[in-house]
Structure formats: structure tokens, C-alpha cells
């Protein structure tokens, strides 16, 4: 699995969570907008450092631990942010709210 892919794949898990997991979504919905994104934003970032790690350490070898690999990752962690967003724009704020 490419960088790219796993980024892209942990947005849209991360998006998929906090609109469906019980308890997880009522505590997220109840954040402002502003919190919301700030969420998001620093659960991709510790995916992006996490994959770093993982690469440097030799245990994945998806990304090379240079200052090129750590330029390409950023713009992984951007795609990942266009992923989750627009993930949730298609299911996360149409989800149906029960009581």
C-alpha cells in the first residue's frame, strides 16, 4: 500500500468514525465547527507521523526518511484532508440524528 493510499484511507476511516461510532459521533456533534476540523486535522497529522516513524524505523517502507519523503508525506496529509472532508460532506452531515 502506497503512502497516498493509507493516507486517503485513514481520512475517510477517521471521517466514517466520528459521523457512525455511538458515542463517539453524539461527543463530536456537540463540538463547534471550528473543533471539528481542528480534530480531524490532528488525528491525520498523528496518521502522517505515525507513517513516518513506521518508515524511518525500517518497519514500513512507504515513505523515504529524508527531507524529500517528509515533503512528500505533507502533501499526502493534504490529500488525506481533501479525503476526509469530502467524506464527510457526502455521509457524515447527512446522517440521521436519533434520540
Known sequence: MTAEKLAELAGILLSLAFSYVPGLRERYDALEG????????????VVAG????????GIIG????????????????????????ATYLLVGSGVPHTA
Open 34 to 45: 471550528i473543533h471539528k476540523r481542528l480534530i480531524m486535522g490532528g488525528a491525520l497529522l
Open 62 to 85: 512507504d515513505v523515504v526518511c529524508s527531507e524529500a519523503g517528509a515533503v512528500g508525506l505533507a502533501r499526502v496529509f493534504i490529500a488525506a484532508l481533501i479525503a476526509n472532508q
Open 50 to 57: 505515525v507513517v513516518f516513524g513506521l518508515s524511518c524505523a
